[in-house]
């Protein structure tokens, strides 16, 4: 076991768990960042929507970014966290190869797990020609036709919004009955639709072909589509004692409900962005100040109102 008590550790080295360390590093805070790797975003290679940073890859931004956080008492494991719980006033973080960490509190920044469609050929072009995020990726495939699926979770409210992006969208249903709200929307947009099964989908010089059941095909330039999202929360269950995050209330600083422990990123009250995720990292820096210095300094500050339910 690691003998340092730590202020905080931080589990997730992406934008929320990096500039949660730049915030408690520079608040004079002893802090542990443990990160796997395994990105949500790094099969897209570089990111968008962040100023000085607009085009840069995932992997750059990383590293420029441990190296700022090299002038502050921030350390760094590349490991893999297996448990975190609490222990008494601290909480004990136990990892897959460096052993176990102690800390005053823990910022959890892990993120979600993007969870494709069972169509064949997806997972090999995520990233690439099928994306999601259309302020992350449109703009480097304007003009060009674009399929939307909507065979998995209705996504025409995404259909709508690419229309900014190109005039040449077509919904792909694959055999999903849709509502009529969901019609009435598309129609709306301006959007066709095609009801027919996908079968599979394949790189195409143009971007992507899609292969539909009864083997005709039709390319695009690219595939958006919505996706469902795993929570990476399996080292809190036994803290949670839940599988989830539902149970747990947190506020706009990625507070929970449960003494010492905050969220922040994907898995807090922000969107999927790299941005906003960083915002959030740096919320929950200073909550975990604050409220550090509430515990050292009784009475010097004011309580924060409790954790409530996201609306």
Known sequence: MDTQLYDTVIVGGGPAGLNGA????????????IDSGDARNM??????????????????????????????????????????EPDGDHVVVTTKESGTFRARTLLYAAGVRSVLPPVPGLADLWGTTVLECPYCHAWEVRDRSFAVYGGSVPSECLAATLTVWSDRITYLTDRRE??????????????????????????????VEVVFEDGRSASYGALFLHLDMEPRVAPLRPWLQAPDLESVQTDERGRTSLPRLYVAGDLG???????MAAASGGLAGMAINADLIREDRPGSLPEPPPPTPAP
Do not use: C, W
């Open 178 to 207: 849709l509502p009529q709200d969901e019609r009435g929307r598309l129609t709306a947009a301006g959007v066709p639709v095609v009801h027919d099964g996908v079968g599979e989908v394949k790189p195409h010089p143009e971007g």
């Open 269 to 275: 009250r922000t969107m999927q962005q790299a941005a």
């Open 43 to 84: 099969a897209a290679g570089v990111m968008h929507n962040v100023l000085t940073n607009d085009g840069a890859t995932i992997a750059d931004f990383r590293a420029r970014s441990r190296a700022q956080l090299d002038a502050y008492d921030v350390t760094f494991r590349d490991d893999e966290v297996v448990s975190a």
């Open 22 to 33: 730049l915030y408690l590093g520079r608040s004079r805070r002893r802090v542990l960042l």
